[in-house]
């Protein structure tokens, strides 16, 4: 996909969402690692409607918001707007850009429609912009996502989606790790904590399911 046709497929689902709860994860993160009583650079990908990045400026973050959809950093400063809250919104591929430096970075089932090649550039890259002590959490897919069987298997991780098949909506790819590849990918960091959790659909005959990364850079 070029990528004038992927900043216009994330601009269509962009102006589609409309989400406002923040995920139960990223909340769970934050207070169990005692994040929200410090004043912290936070960095998140892909912000979508913006529900995770009024949370995050809630707790008195200085917060950006990074995305190839200038819908959706749109969207995001108005919904953060509309609740008092601001944020800088960088419309850019994380691919491309150039950054400062974080204390956390959060990514919510964004990097996982990176390839394969392009993720383990990407977590490199994210690695060098975080402070000494600085955390990184994401949500990305688990292979026992029904949706790992229902595209064409690019590899054992990556899989290309057309439009039309359940659950998917535009053309895409997803990469789905394993828990070596996720080690390997995150070899930079110096700690590590990898969960998992899974909820079923459709009435009980699909699962959704998502690996959750918590690394820390102690040096």
């Known amino acids: 996909m070029d990528s004038e046709t992927l900043k216009r497929t994330w601009d269509d689902y962009a102006a589609r969402t409309d989400s406002i709860w923040p995920s139960e994860h990223l909340v769970r ?39 190839i959809s200038q819908e959706a950093i749109k969207k995001t400063l ?22 400062e430096q974080f204390d956390i970075i959060i990514d919510i089932s964004s990097l996982q429609h990176l390839r ?54 535009y053309e895409t790819h997803i990469t789905y790790l394993d828990i070596s590849e996720i080690t390997s990918a995150y070899k930079q960091f110096d700690f590590m904590e990898v969960n998992y959790d899974e909820w079923t659909y459709g009435n009980m005959t699909s699962r959704n399911a998502h690996w959750l990364i918590h690394a820390k850079k102690l040096k």
Do not use: W
């Open 78 to 99: 108005m919904t953060l707007n509309s609740n008092g809250y601001k944020a800088l919104g960088i419309v850019e591929n994380i691919l491309d850009c150039t950054l």
């Open 116 to 169: 394969h090649s392009e993720l383990i550039t990407t977590i490199g890259k994210l690695h060098k912009i975080l402070s000494v002590g600085g955390q990184f959490f994401s949500i990305t897919k688990h292979r026992n996502d029904t949706t790992y069987q229902l595209g064409e298997l690019v590899s054992n991780c990556e899989v290309y989606f057309k439009p039309g098949i359940p659950k998917v909506v």
């Open 29 to 67: 993160f934050i207070r169990s690692n005692q994040l929200h009583t410090q004043k912290l650079r936070v960095l998140e990908i892909g912000p979508g409607s913006g529900r995770n990045s009024v949370y995050l400026a809630s707790l008195g973050f200085d917060l950006t918001v990074i995305d």
